[in-house]
């Protein structure tokens, strides 16, 4: 029992104890619990957008058709896009990004279509190494599509002119 004690406190502490007494079993111990208290807990990564142009769709490949996609740019948190299903109409949208989610306002692609909210949560996708690394993040519902097409720019283009 003990062995297996010296051997978390030196895991935890890095620190090699060769014949320990009950002195050193105390300190060591006291040391252990400080270190322990002291600590900051490792968080999980909060998901983050950076500013850009993203593409994400419920279906993983691209113009799919019967799925829903969202092409959008974030400038300083600050959203706007276009949902829309490939050969159909697309609605605009503006809103901002927090640590966990998209707030959004969506505009129908009909005149005089009064705004709806719309909240799409964000997660860390896959961890990736390394101490100042950034996880993806994902659109719960949603996949991350690599590039825009010719036409998703074309509809975000549309939806930014349009002074939501």
């Known amino acids: 029992m003990l062995k297996i ?3 978390t406190i030196r895991d935890f502490c890095q620190v090699q104890i060769p014949n320990p007494s009950r002195k050193i079993v105390s300190g060591t111990l006291a040391t252990a619990v400080v270190a322990a208290t002291n600590a900051t807990p490792m968080m999980a990564a909060e998901p983050s957008l950076k500013d850009g142009i993203y ?12 799925s829903e996609y969202l092409v959008f740019e974030v ?7 276009a949902f829309y299903m490939p050969s159909s109409e697309f609605a605009c949208f503006t809103g901002n990004a927090t640590p ?3 707030s959004l306002s969506i505009v ?12 799409i949560a964000l997660s860390v ?9 950034t996880a993806p993040v ?5 996949h991350r599509l690599d590039t825009p097409s ?6 975000l283009a549309a939806c930014k002119n349009a002074n939501l």
Do not use: H, W
């Not at 996708?125 to 690394?133: I, L």
């Open 150 to 155: 010719e036409n998703d720019l074309r509809m």
């Open 125 to 133: 996708q896959d961890s990736v190494a390394g101490a100042n690394a």
């Open 100 to 102: 966990q989610n998209l």
């Open 5 to 7: 004690f010296f051997k």
């Open 138 to 142: 994902g659109l719960e519902g949603y």
């Open 108 to 119: 129908g692609p009909y005149e005089g279509e009064e705004a709806s909210s719309y909240e």
């Open 55 to 66: 593409l994400y769709g419920q279906s993983p490949t691209a113009e799919t058709l019967g």
């Open 75 to 81: 400038k300083g948190g600050d959203i706007e896009g």
